[in-house]
């Protein structure tokens, strides 16, 4: 099944202790991206990445780090937590973006980080 | 001001209403547009792209306004499944950012 998986789902942490949380997609897709979820915001990017070693920073990237060593994962890195990133975290991927038409977004089942 | 505005709502209407939500966008470099629908706390679904001539999928009828840079899509006959919330999204031309909405909410009530 065409799939783009993330884990984990729920995960409670406390200040400062780094944390990973993990994206993979079956879907051979070049394209993956982070988004954080917060009310009255809709979702916010945190970093994209078009291709295998190729990342850059969304809107809202400080705090963050990502990788793409592989092309089905794009791990979502938090060195040193702080409370104002307990957020809903969704990856996504696409075949492309920016090329007309099929560009439609494959997102994860989330993951709800609350950072104490 | 945000790149992509919606009403939030929420939209509170009986069942078989027709429903219409509105978005506009500020960058007219914009290229592409779509609608996704999202159910509480869940992951978004694309729901229907939007071209310019516009376009319809059974119930649904999106159109855009390029010139005026809206955005809108309605709902026809709503049904009690219809409950989410609908978020505006858009491509930047040539470029790798999609802009979400902060997302209209509907409840459809019996």
């Known amino acids: 099944e065409a799939q783009v998986t993330q884990n984990p789902r729920y995960l409670i942490t406390v200040t400062g202790k780094k944390l990973t949380v993990t994206c993979s997609q079956n879907?051979?897709?070049?394209?993956m991206s982070w988004y954080r979820q917060d009310p009255g915001l809709g979702l916010r990017q945190i970093y994209y990445?078009?291709?295998?070693?190729?990342?850059d920073k969304g809107d809202v990237p400080e705090g963050y780090k990502v990788s793409r060593k592989e092309k089905r994962n794009f791990p979502l890195i938090l060195e040193s937590p702080s409370p104002n990133q307990t957020s809903l975290y969704f990856c996504?991927?696409?075949?492309?973006?920016?090329?007309?038409?099929?560009?439609?977004?494959?997102f994860g089942s989330g993951t709800q980080l609350s950072v104490l | 001001r945000k790149e992509v505005e919606q009403d939030p709502g929420p939209f509170n209407v009986p069942e078989g209403a027709t429903v219409a939500f509105n978005c506009t966008y500020s960058n007219s470099a914009s290229q592409s547009f779509f609608w996704y629908r999202q159910d509480c706390r869940k992951e978004p679904k694309l729901l229907m792209s939007v071209y310019s001539s516009g376009n319809e999928d059974g119930r649904f009828t999106a159109q855009l306004n390029r010139a005026s840079q809206y955005i809108s899509l309605l709902i026809r006959d709503s049904k009690l499944s219809d409950s989410a919330t609908y978020l505006c999204?858009?491509?930047?031309?040539?470029?790798?950012?999609?802009?979400f909405g902060a997302g209209t909410r509907l409840f459809v009530k019996a």
């Open positions: 999204v858009v491509n930047k031309r040539g470029g790798f950012k999609t802009i």
């Open positions: 996504a991927s696409s075949p492309t973006l920016g090329a007309g038409n099929n560009e439609k977004l494959f």
């Open positions: 990445s078009m291709n295998v070693e190729v990342t």
């Open positions: 879907m051979n897709h070049e394209y």
